[in-house]
Nanobody, 125 residues
């Protein structure tokens, strides 16, 4: 599955941004889609996940109540609506898909099979 992220950019604290992830290729294999982010000098970390069929959502505590993940299975897209942005939300945001069946830990990077190239989000005060 090929993934392309878009929608990143510059924002001020308190603003909103909407990221989009477009999937192509063997999209029928998608089991779930996750968003991760990586701040400068830090490890890549889990942000949110949505299951493809049921649409079950999960979030890291740092973004709960501010970010919303959604999917459009007819368009093979997954969006991340980011509201009330904080400076600490700055980083490169990646979407990733899981195509394998079975149980997995959705916060772990190696639970996902294909990754996009990332999109930069910069939040300033």
């Amino acid at each position: 599955v090929q993934l392309v992220e878009s929608g990143g950019g510059f924002a001020q604290a308190g603003d909103s941004l909407r990221l989009s992830c477009a999937a192509s290729g063997q999209t029928y294999m998608i089991d779930a889609v996750g968003w991760f982010r990586q701040a400068p000098g830090k490890e890549r970390e889990f942000v949110a996940r949505i299951t493809w069929t049921v649409g079950r959502e999960e979030y890291t505590d740092a973004v709960k109540g501010r970010f919303t993940i959604s999917r459009d299975t007819s368009k093979n897209t997954v969006d991340l609506q980011m509201n009330s942005l904080k400076i600490e939300d700055t980083g490169v945001y990646y979407c990733a898909v899981r195509t394998r069946a079975g149980w997995y830990d959705y916060v772990k990077i190696d639970s996902y099979d294909d990754w996009g190239q990332g999109t930069q989000v910069t939040v300033s005060s």
